[in-house]
């Protein structure tokens, strides 16, 4: 996929606007920070403003959702320049069967495909706020109709609602499911000032307020980032809607392809009642009973929740009700049997079995027995924060035995809290609170298996799913795009997507999500690379749950923007990797975070227009050694641009604590690293296959966009040739005046001196000759004003042409970059006296 | 009439005579209380007789501190004679002024001051004679030659303890003094005998020569000591060290028994100014005996302008009013003689009480003769409760309102709206917030500080239960998304400070003395801090969603916290229980709760109701509110126990209680006082003025100047009250000069409430003030613009939107000629270049004058304090 060819028009409109930039090393990089409104009314048709970086030369916005398109917005040609585009606005329609959810957005630009953003999609109008941080200049909310806004710091937006008496509405501020960076807070006041209630982190971090009017009102609701934050970042929608709202459901999953019943609570049920008695904080549910045929999720909407709740096998529902349409829930799907837990007492489950439970009380501690035979591993995992937020199960294990008196004996053998860890650092941050262990009993028995919550939990919606099966090695992977960050150079995290300059690499990284027990060695493979990018197959190695995929392009690659798909095998097991990406850029990973969550698709783009500043091109990329023995790799650089100070090169994707580099001169065009493949060194080798890539470090003298100078200059000419035709025009013009005066001059002189006769036509000579004269002045004049006009579009355009220049000028950046991947094949030792 | 009416004086004056009948009431009703055998004649019935002391038929006019004969063991056993004269009045101790005879002599001695000692085998009779009668009793003396043993522990320690040697500042140190080391206040004794008889080789003690031991030289002064000559040679307790030496420096006899806990006679007392009252303390042992330890117990008065105590336990009172209390200490046990110093006013037409506040309060004022001050005005009231419960100044409209407001419910309707409002949850959660150290350290902790003053907020404006409330609180687990209160956790990190946060705050203990050693002026031992320390030993940390935050939860396994001293592990203990046996998954914080939030914790409900009367009092009834300790004892103890059970029986109401406080017509009195009153800090007989808080005075400055300040980060027009965390302290002179305070500390007394310099100089003479007073939307120039009002009408708006009440006729003439006193602006050829320039518009110097008036009536008193 390209884009279209790019106006030259648009340089002068957009060239130095955009996105907040942020203090990174990273090379310029296009991003979609900001579009606004950040959702549309199904079969509507809205215009949208989007902000963020190097977004000067976006060609347009490409929807996850093929029923959401966008158009350019046209602008009329003008004197000096041709028909042309609005550069950072679009209209974006949304075809009336698109369902509303969750969708997303990439633009593309001059660099290439942007990350996504989400955009929403609604069934009611939307609006947009205008300034309204004062009770006086609160702004209507109609009920059933999305607010667009976005926090601004330090100030609050009004808005008030009238209301009956009685009326019953359920006000969200959806920000964090949007991508926002606001941590939303509504307040409800009566038209007195008096405040009924505030919400934040209800539905994770976006707030819900339940409210019945006591009376008849125009009730006062703020609307703000909890710390006061904002900005063009911190966009929300809000709304105050009858539509149904769902708490939780109960049970949390049920068997693929069939139609099972379950219990919704939640708030404005169709025929609901709190005859449960059901609260939750200070809300008391309502519950209705629905039968719901499960099926494999056919919506294209994202999946609301964190990266782990998101990977759970399930499908998104919502509840339907008078043409309203609730807040979409999670409904996982089981493994047969299923068990329904019971409180109080101890249950015997089966293997295998998925036992539904809840932690009802703080402190609960759930007990379960079952029969194992002894050696045959088992897969034993909880889902508790996967369904709720803020749970954190732990459970243990404890072999029974039984003495002489019957007395039963119990002895803890296992147990685990958290499985897996942070992967992804602060870089991409996703970590599971769940708990799942491998258990291989140690004998033929009875176990018994108790089961916790860490945080304290306790209550009617702290529902858990318990797994028991054995063990059937299965993953999942999640692949996102990398920034190699120079080392020591920042502390940003930057929103990336994979974006290859001429010559250069882009780097993916792979998580992998190991369950069932499976601890074995993943191949990595991208599908759906255009012609010229390459990327050898990874071995995602035993036992780790991180890999690099290093994609390059080669001479043959040219401008392409598409998305591909990451494919990991395990012998017969294939599995696509779920895309993931980043909410937004921070400027300090130590004090601010950053959301991590699971996108559509994964957008790559090659823009051989840009040149990658350097390049290390190993003279192979595939080496075969015997084990024990060194190879030397010998590489080129071959450079864009000037480097300040050395290139520091060392060996990355390989076990190493402290990796082999080697430094070279700054104007060094190439170099060699030795690397050992020994079973002594601290990168302990083993026969098999070894992926790894050159890195390079250095800082760059870098030049920004120099294509834009170009462009700009192209103008500059193209506006200076017609300054000069102009002018010329206006020398010809000026130049005509004098013979016509002479002419006129000579005409009246020859009828001064003519006869009678001749003076009749003479006069008629006279007065051509005068409006000649005329009309030669007029021209004149006429040429004058268009050179004004002329030159004052080419100051326009130089002053641009000297920004461009500007922002073109040689600046030093810190700068990592990798070569593409070097396959080694490790051999056995040819010594080896075992082989 | 005299402020102080001595009642020993006689004959009783006639204007006296009114007074008599109610003191005698109270003072039968106390010897009832007592449990004396006496019953009061009569049904209280007084005969007067004209004399002196008007008796009551059927009770001796003398009596001894306690029944029964004297046993007295061994040649250095002594006993405090307490003599008491009971008159209808009251009654006086006369020990000192009574005169003794013994019979038959050479038994014991007794001094002028009433000690018996020993001096041989024997019985013998005592007999005290006294203006009112005589009163004899039987002592008895057994072995009285014999040499007993003494016993380290009990008889040498508390002479160290007694003369300063261990404490803080001398040897009791951690490092001790000069080489010399002995544990603080005597509380190891065994540490101490290790000190005197192993350390050194001895160097201390010179056993053939007792006299001559390093120890006994330097205590008494003899060799240079820099503590100074502590023990005179041949005192009891030089010679008590003496026969120590010479016994073999033993540490006690096999079988010697430990004290269990010590009294004191009399233990409370109904007395008058100037009187003496001499105590009697009594050690009892693990064995069921006692013995008299008057003279080697330790006493120090709780408030030295009330009492005075000698150490020999004779307590001298002084001349206010009220009650007071000397705190005893033996060995680690204490015990607490209260004596209540009546004025002795004629005390009518108290006000019907309202409540059970009004019971107590106005029922002592009757026994202290000290009549309470008128009912405060309205405004007054309305200015009062509004700052009190919603941390604010009452609004122009409040004002008008509440005072042209004709039904007589309507403080108790105001009260009701003021605790309905979000301000009283804004002004309750930065109280709260302030003690529950909710600090943001570093700028990214501001979503969980944020979060937990949201969270407090939010819990009181809901009107959450307190026992619900606080067991949030404490038994907090998870994030700061789901759980605001974990970030408590946050800035009190180690599980020491999280004991002493949580006794100090809820239960009005401080233990931190106890990490070291034992308490000095409490009961509780190291063992009892280790035990309540357990219950924070089980508080686990995992990284949370943001930098900053954390995952609080509870970790598996057996709670237990170490006592450092003996190395024992100590299971989680509730103070004063016993340790609690808990499964390895249960959380200890749950059961502490469970302990605490019980219905008969001693502390918990006291604790709170003592903290809430402090905030709209300015005194607590145990002050300060939150050092609870039996050695600082209540000064309405069935007050403070009757609001504490009103309060569970509310189920733990907040708003209740502010509501019972707040409708309370002691809540209500005029603070100006009367005749009598002016020097009563403690009985509530009037209402004490207090300066307001930073943030009141500041947002009130800001109202009635009509300015709005700015806060970094918050949105405009935010009152200083609403403030979250501590942050804006640093930030805010203004709140910083005025003692907001930084959060540092679980005590309320981290917020400073004084009056210094630097204040009076900020509100006379500072650059923030004048702009809040001359901005060209401020009160002033709106005032100005406002052409329609009167001049009177906008003085009277001033006062109002002030002070809460319209001025008076003088205030409005003063006000009148000031404001319409001709000005001339200077003539501009006087000035410099500077002066031209800076000169203001016409329309600004026509606000001058306004901006003069607000200025003053900021700086008055009535203004700066709540009344």
Redesign the interface.
Known sequence: MTGPKIKSRLIFTTLFLGGVPLATAQLPHPDLQTIFPQGAQAGQTVEVAIGGSELQETTGLLFSHPGIRCEQIPVAATEFHPPGHKALNYRVSVAPDVAPGIYEVVAATRLGMTAPRAFAVNSFPEKVHRAN?SPESAEELPLNTVMNGHAD????DHYKISLSEGQRVIIRCEAESIDSRM?GTISIANSSG??YN?D??TTG?DPLLDFTAPKDDVYLLKV?D????GGAHYPYRLIATDAPHIDFIDPPAGISGTSTKFKIYGRNLPGGSTGEGVRLG?AELESIEVEIPLAENKTLGLNPGEVHSSLVPGMTWCLDSNGRRSNPVRIGFSIAPVIQGAEGQEQTILVPSETHGRFDT??D?DHYRFQAKGGQPLWIECIASRIR??S?P?L?IDQITVDEKGIEHFKEIAGND?SGG?PGG?SFPF?N?DCSLVFTPPVDGIYRL?L?D????GGPADLYRLLICTVAPDYDLITTPWYAAPAKATKAIPRHSAVIRRGGTTILRVFAIRRNGFKGSISLTVEGLPAGVECPPVILPSGQDTASLILHGTPEAHNWQGFVRVIGTVGDVRRSARPGTISWSIGN?????TRARLSHQLPLSVTVDEQAPIVIQPASDRYEVALGEKIEIPFKIEKAMNLKGELVVAVHGLPHSKPPSVKLKQDAVEGSLALAFSTSNEFKAAPGKWTFSLRGECTIKHRHNLSAVKIAQAEEDRIIDLEKEAKEEEARAKAAIAPAKQALQEAEKNLAAASDTEKESLERAVAEKKSSLAEAMSSSASASEKVKRVTAARTSTSTHLKQAGEISKEKDRKHATHSKLITVVVKPATNDPDK | MPRFLNLLDSPVSPAVKPLIFPLSCLFLLWTAQQGATEEAGDNGVLVTTGSSSARVPGLAPLRWSSDGDILLKGPHDVHQLVLTHRQNDGEDDVTAIATFFVEPPGVVTVSPDGLIRVNGNGSATITAKHAAGQLSRTVKVSQADDLLPISFPNEIVPIFTRHGCNGGGCHGKAEGQNGFKLSLLGYEPQDDHGYLVREGLGRRIFRASPGRSLLLLKGSGELPHQGGSRLSRGSDDYNAIVRWIRQGLPYQSEGDPSVSRISVEPRERLTRARAVQQLRVVAHFSDGSSKDVTRIAQYEANDEDMAIVSDKGLVTMQERTGSTSVMIRFQEHVDVFRATIPLGAPVENLPPSNNLVDQHIFAKLRTLGLPPSQASEDSTFLRRATIDIAGRLPTLEETDEFLDDTDPEKRQRKVDQLL???DYADYFAGKWAAILRNKRS???H??GS??FH?WIR?AL??NLPYNAFVRQFV?????V???PPVIWYRTVKDSKEQLQDVAQIFLGQRLQCAQCHHHPYEKWSQDDYYGFEAFFSKV?R??G????EE????K?GAASARNPRSGRALSPKPLGGEELIL?N???PR?SLADWMTNESNPFFARMLVNRYWKHFFGRGIVDPEDDMRVTNPPTHPDLLDSLARSFVESGYDLKGLVRTICNSRTYQLSSIPNEHNLDDRQNYSRFYPRRLPAEILLDGINSVTNAKEKFN????GIRAVQLPDDQFTKESYFLSVFGRPDMNSACECERADDVNLAQALHLVNSTNIRNKLASEDARAALLVKNGEASVEARISELYRRAFSRAPGPEELTIGVQYLKRKRTPPDPSTLSEDQRKNARSPEAMAREPYEDLIWALLNTKEFLFNH
């Open positions: 941080h710091a330090a100030a609050v941590d008096h405040e505030r934040r982190d971090r703000y909890f710390t006061y934050a200070r703080k402190g501690l937020r803020g954190d732990v243990w958290d942070n602060a970590r609170h108790r916790h860490y945080t304290g939990g990973r130590d004090t601010e975070f | 309905a409002s979000t570093s700028p990214h501001a979503r944020f979060a949201s939010n404006h809901h038994a907090a687990s998870g994030e998304g789901e759980n686990g995992k990284p969603a943001q930098p900053g995952v609080i939860f509870n598996i499964a998954h249960h959380d749950d980060g918050q949105p405009q």
